[in-house]
Nanobody, 121 residues
């Protein structure tokens, strides 16, 4: 059983920073791409950032230069450093990972439970 557990969400003022973490645990043989998505109230879920196992990254245009995604393969963990936060960054943030649970099995996408980030004065 694979689990992705997020932490680090919360309430922050505009201009502040938060750091999110998502650790995968359970049956894990390999982890491929990992990423962060967010969904604001009444909005579609959108990609925030993603990172390959070799640390190639991709960001949404809206967060380039503001957010930084990184990973620690030894810990099966992906991070999202969020700086200069704006009210429009308010959303539920979800982590995602493609995981091969056991040798010989196909990779499959797994999702975290989501963590609320609220940016307000």
């Amino acid at each position: 059983q694979v689990q992705l557990v997020e932490s680090g969400g919360g309430l922050v003022q505009p201009g502040g920073s938060l750091s999110l973490s998502c650790a995968a645990s359970g049956s894990i043989f390999n982890i491929g791409d990992m990423g962060w998505y967010r969904q604001g109230l009444g909005k579609q879920r959108e990609l925030v950032a993603r990172i390959t196992r070799n640390s190639d990254t991709n960001y949404a245009d809206s967060v380039k230069g503001q957010f930084t995604v990184s990973r620690d393969n030894a810990k099966n963990t992906v991070y999202l450093q969020m700086n200069s936060l704006k009210p429009e960054d308010t959303a539920v943030y979800y982590c995602n990972a493609y995981i091969q649970p056991r040798i010989g099995m196909k990779y499959a996408p797994f999702w975290g439970q989501g963590t609320q980030v609220t940016v307000t004065s």
